[in-house]
């Protein structure tokens, strides 16, 4: 007598229907995975972006579109709203590559802070930093302009 254990022994043909069927899902789910934004938005960041490399998209908010790219060898992000207008550029960058204002405002205003990631931050209307820190059981998101001048952007409970 010969046992399957449970397990059913398919026929040739019941065999490739069966796979066909496991392909088609599986490919539908790497197709919808795959983020494409509108041509607005991709014509603007061929633009504005003509060197960037491994690009990756990504849909924000219900109206924005981001895509994460290398740049000159470091690590960028940009914005766009559908128009394919630009909103917003994060290069991520070292603490040494943080002005010497910058860094003097972080130790008087956030003394033995512990410093996160840091970008430099480009918008329409804002050019300058951006600094994650953890300091007494919070996170501080903290913008910075060249000269010092500190705005918190964002605070929340977290771990020290």
Known sequence: ??????????????MKTTILLVSFFAFSLVASAQKTPPAAVSKAFSQKFQ??????WDMEEANE??????????ETSASFD???KWLETETEIEKSALPADVKAALDK????????????LESPNFSGYEI?????GKKYEVQATTDGKLTVK????GKD
């Open 109 to 120: 205003q956030f003394a033995g802070a512990k410093m996160g990631e840091m970008s430099q």
């Open 154 to 157: 964002e605070e929340k409970k």
């Open 51 to 56: 060197k960037a490399e491994k690009v990756k």
């Open 82 to 84: 559908l128009a394919g």
């Open 132 to 136: 994650a820190l953890k300091m007494k």
């Open 1 to 14: 007598m010969h046992r399957t254990f449970g397990l059913q022994i398919l026929k040739p043909h019941e």
């Open 65 to 74: 579109w981001e895509a994460e790219f290398m740049l000159s060898g470091k």
